[in-house]
């Protein structure tokens, strides 16, 4: 079942530009992990934070998380026409001592050079 | 280099017909996972092995089968009793199991449609 909900939709920037977007949850996680995808490709693993964490940054990558709002942010500085692809958040979570990793739909990041 | 290999990369099946997609992995994860992609929607797992000769049902496993006789290889099978295949097919693994705080690996996908 898909748990997280990415918005917006589709992000359109100027090479260059900050990119941010948004994941909401519903119910409590043991962590939240953003994928990208590249057209036809699989999806690539960008960060994951934990619960009890706040904020991660990786290169160019900032994420953040607030439990108190079911939320998370993923910002991408100083874009590049390498970052367009779909950007994916998906919750992890333990159901009845099983993980499970539930994907929301997905942004999709255009940027123009 | 280690990673997940998907094949075929493209897959058509007739009316009736099973299809067996490939995924094996050379990472000596424990964990591998299969999930369904259609157009604008996020992933959805279809069956997951957290070890050698075990799997469970993730969301949609109607219509499809696995089998895990080798840690590195996880098959699925797209039955005929699978109204509506058409979808892009991901493979992926993941260390330990259960696999908490812990990435997936992702293959390059299959592309499966109806003939």
């Known amino acids: 079942s898909q748990q997280g909900e990415e918005d917006p939709q589709a992000l359109s920037i100027q090479e260059g530009e900050n990119a941010t977007m948004n994941c909401s949850y519903k119910t409590s996680i043991n962590n939240l992990q953003w994928y990208r995808q590249n057209s036809g490709r699989g999806l690539v693993h960008l960060i994951l934070?934990?619960?009890?964490?706040r904020e991660k940054h990786s290169g160019r990558l900032r994420v953040t998380l607030d439990t108190s709002k079911k939320s998370s942010s993923l910002l991408i500085t100083a874009s590049r026409a390498a970052d367009t692809a779909s950007y994916f958040c998906a919750t992890g979570r333990l159901e009845t001592n099983d993980y499970k990793l539930s994907f929301g739909a997905g942004t999709t990041v255009t940027v123009r050079a | 280099d280690g990673g997940i290999t998907q094949s075929p990369k493209y897959l058509f099946r007739k009316e009736g017909q099973n299809v067996t997609l490939s995924c094996e992995q050379n990472?000596?994860?424990?964990?591998m996972y299969w999930y369904r992609q259609d157009p604008g929607q996020g992933l959805r797992l279809i069956y997951y092995?957290?070890?050698?000769?075990?799997?469970q049902k993730g969301d949609i496993a109607e219509g499809y089968s696995v089998s895990r006789e080798k840690k590195e290889s996880f098959p699925l099978t797209v039955t005929s009793a699978q109204k509506n295949p058409t979808a892009f097919y991901l493979c992926?693994?993941?260390?330990?199991?259960?696999?908490?705080?812990?990435?997936?690996?992702f293959g390059d996908g299959t592309r499966l449609s109806i003939l």
């Open positions: 934070i934990r619960s009890n964490e």
């Open positions: 092995s957290q070890i050698v000769n075990d799997f």
């Open positions: 992926a693994s993941s260390i330990g199991a259960p696999a908490r705080h812990q990435p997936q690996h």
């Open positions: 990472l000596n994860h424990d964990a």
